[in-house]
Nanobody, 121 residues
Framework: QVQLVESGGGLVQAGGSLRLSCAASGRTFTSYDSWFRQAPGKEREFVAAISWSGGWTYYADSVKGRFTISRDNAKNTVYLQMNSLKPEDTAVYYC???????????????WGQGTQVTVSS
């Protein structure tokens, strides 16, 4: 089983930036890795995904042009650079990994514990 640990969340003003990290251990397969988020009272939603090589990325329309997903396989870490943050980006952010490309939460079995991102107006 893959263990995932997110870090980098915090409180930031609107227009600011944060970089989230997701450190993985116990990985036994090349993977697609994604970030999801869940705001209070809302369902968990897809944010961004990246292939093992990093050559393919995919973003939700709500973050396209503001967020960038990347990875460093030597460090077993996936990143989410978040710029031009908005109050509506406030949520718990989770990383997840699976063997194939997907934006569906049901396709992911390995999840981190989440990191809180709060954007003040």
């Amino acid at each position: 089983q893959v263990q995932l640990v997110e870090s980098g969340g915090g409180l930031v003003q609107a227009g600011g930036s944060l970089r989230l990290s997701c450190a993985a251990s116990g990985r036994t397969f090349t993977s697609y890795d994604s970030w999801f988020r869940q705001a209070p009272g809302k369902e968990r939603e897809f944010v961004a995904a990246i292939s093992w090589s990093g050559g393919w990325t995919y973003y939700a329309d709500s973050v396209k042009g503001r967020f960038t997903i990347s990875r460093d396989n030597a460090k077993n870490t996936v990143y989410l650079q978040m710029n031009s943050l908005k109050p509506e980006d406030t949520a718990v952010y989770y990383c997840a990994t699976t063997k194939y490309a997907s934006i569906r939460t049901d396709d992911y079995k390995d999840w981190g514990q989440g990191t809180q991102v709060t954007v003040s107006s």
